[in-house]
Structures are given as structure tokens and as C-alpha cells.
T-cell receptor, first 115, second 115 residues
Framework: NAGVTQTPKFQVLKTGQSMTLQCAQDMNHNSMYWYRQDPGMGLRLIYYSASEGTTDKGEVPNGYNVSRLNKREFSLRLESAAPSQTSVYFC??????????????FGQGTRLTVV | KNQVEQSPQSLIILEGKNCTLQCNYTVSPFSNLRWYKQDTGRGPVSLTIMTFSENTKSNGRYTATLDADTKQSSLHITASQLSDSASYICVVSSTKGSSGDKLTFGTGTRLAVRP
């Protein structure tokens, strides 16, 4: 059972470089999410995709773009990385059933350092 | 602004002892409350999900309670084991139509179980 798979697990970028974080889920979930986790703070939503073909901004979207490539895949792109984007990034998915009582499954995380 | 506050921030207990973690929230509209366990370097994993009408839910040695009137929840761990050492995160879900889950995360309680 792969669940939610993120790549890469670790990445070091120089300021100004770009990169894409990949996420795929094999649970046929409708909704997918990108979060960042910083020390002393709860996970914060960057972007989400309630269903295939739609994406919406979360709490901290600046500096990021996303693509819901298909139902399985949801990528997060940093066009010009900044040290403030040093963080651990988590992708998650849930089977949105309209009643809110759906469990979210998280990937293992990507630890990104921008120098 | 939706908020989830957890206490204590950290806790050290001896193996075999019980402990209780607290969560207070101000999230509207309320859909459900979840407790997640996050091992170091891993993504969060769901322990329990409780809706408005549920007061208690158990998952093995983990028992969560919810008081929707006072907007408080607790997670009780019985007969702790070394493998319980992790961060425990309280998450409150609010839903808005078909926009998917909106999760507000607490900062977590870091639990260390010592032999």
C-alpha cells in the first residue's frame, strides 16, 4: 500500500532556483493538499485541490504554484526559492465525500533547505 | 480566525504511565476533530476522528474525548510504551460546501516516554 508518495525526500536549493515537489496518491481520493510545517507552528495549508481540475489557495500561497495533473498527482512548484521557504512540506489526500468525515492521509514529507 | 491550541507543549513520562493531552479550539463551522500522531521525520497519521455528536472514541490505548459545548478535546494514552514517543497533533476540520476539508492544525504536544 503506497498511499501518498512524495519526491524528493530531501532537497537543498540556492536562492532563486526553481523546483517542483511531486506528490501522487493511489487511493482514488478526490482532494489533495500541500502543507508546510515550520518549527513551533502547526501545519499550514499552501494550496489544495478539492477535485480534479480545480485548485485553490490556502493560508500561505505566496511564492508557490500548483498543478493537479490528474486525479492521482498534485505538484507544488517554487519558481524562485527564498530562504523563507525552508521548511518541511507535506502532501495529503482525502476522499472528499461532502460530509467532512473523511480521513486525510499524509506523505512522508520533503525537507527543503534554501541557502 | 480559526485556532487550535494544545497543552502541554511537551511532556516526559515513564513507560507504563498514563497521560492526557489537551486541545482547545475556536473553529467555525465545525465538522470534526482529529488527533494525529507524528513520529520524527514522518508524516502525521490519524488516530481518531470525532464528529459533533461523539463524546468519546477509542483506538487501542488511545482514547479521545470531545466537549463540543466548551470546544475542548483530550487525548488519553493508557499504559504508555516507548513507541508512543512522538508529537500528537489536534486538528479541527471545517467544511464549506464542496470545497473539501479545511483543516486547522494545533502545534502539537511532544511526548517522550522514558524507560
Amino acid at each position: 500500500n503506497a498511499g501518498v508518495t512524495q519526491t524528493p525526500k530531501f532537497q537543498v536549493l540556492k536562492t532563486g532556483q526553481s523546483m517542483t515537489l511531486q506528490c501522487a496518491q493511489d487511493m482514488n481520493h478526490n482532494s489533495m493538499y500541500w502543507y508546510r510545517q515550520d518549527p513551533g507552528m502547526g501545519l499550514r495549508l499552501i494550496y489544495y485541490s478539492a477535485s480534479e481540475g480545480t485548485t485553490d489557495k490556502g493560508e500561505v500561497p505566496n511564492g508557490y504554484n500548483v498543478s493537479r495533473l490528474n486525479k492521482r498527482e498534485f505538484s507544488l512548484r517554487l519558481e524562485s526559492a527564498a530562504p523563507s521557504q525552508t521548511s518541511v512540506y507535506f502532501c495529503a489526500s482525502s476522499r472528499w465525500a461532502g460530509n467532512g468525515n473523511t480521513e486525510a492521509f499524509f506523505g512522508q514529507g520533503t525537507r527543503l533547505t534554501v541557502v | 480566525k480559526n485556532q487550535v491550541e494544545q497543552s502541554p507543549q511537551s511532556l516526559i513520562i515513564l513507560e507504563g504511565k498514563n497521560c492526557t493531552l489537551q486541545c482547545n479550539y475556536t473553529v467555525s463551522p465545525f465538522s470534526n476533530l482529529r488527533w494525529y500522531k507524528q513520529d520524527t521525520g514522518r508524516g502525521p497519521v490519524s488516530l481518531t476522528i470525532m464528529t459533533f455528536s461523539e463524546n468519546t472514541k477509542s483506538n487501542g490505548r488511545y482514547t479521545a474525548t470531545l466537549d463540543a459545548d466548551t470546544k475542548q478535546s483530550s487525548l488519553h494514552i493508557t499504559a504508555s510504551q516507548l513507541s508512543d514517543s512522538a508529537s500528537y497533533i489536534c486538528v479541527v476540520s471545517s467544511t464549506k460546501g464542496s470545497s473539501g476539508d479545511k483543516l486547522t492544525f494545533g502545534t502539537g504536544t511532544r511526548l517522550a516516554v522514558r524507560p
